[in-house]
């Protein structure tokens, strides 16, 4: 059974950081391009950052860039997120997805076949 499981999230101070990472089990995900993705309360599930199965591209939404960073790890079948400077707002439940075929990184939720089942993220005031 294919499975992506995410751990890290917690809670923590504005300007804090946190470590997410997203272990990969019953298939190897080294060939797909992969993402996170984040849902705040009431709001519709938003594209956080993606990167491409070799590492070499990623892709950052505008909210995030120079405060996150995706990496992966291909030979452990892991992939991370370092969230730095840390707002209120990005308070979510954090998921990461995996693509079946490799779209590109500014791929939309749909193009995503593989999920998580998220971990919570929330930044206090």
């Known amino acids: 059974q294919v499975q992506l499981v995410e751990s890290g999230g917690g809670l923590v101070q504005a300007g804090g950081s946190l470590r997410l990472s997203c272990a990969a089990s019953g298939r190897t995900f080294s060939s797909n391009n992969m993402g996170w993705f984040r849902q705040a309360p009431g709001k519709e599930r938003e594209f956080v950052t993606a990167?491409?199965?070799?590492?070499?591209?990623?892709y950052y939404a505008d909210s995030v860039k120079g405060r996150f960073t995706i990496s992966r790890d291909n030979a452990k079948n892991m992939m991370y997120l370092q969230m730095n400077s840390l707002k209120p707002e990005d308070t979510a439940v954090y998921y990461c997805?995996?693509?079946?075929?490799?779209?590109?990184?500014?791929?939309?939720?749909?193009?995503?076949?593989?999920w998580g089942q998220g971990t919570q993220v929330t930044v206090s005031s």
């Open positions: 997805a995996a693509q079946r075929y490799n779209v590109g990184l500014q791929a939309q939720a749909r193009d995503y076949a593989y």
């Open positions: 990167i491409s199965w070799t590492a070499r591209s990623t």
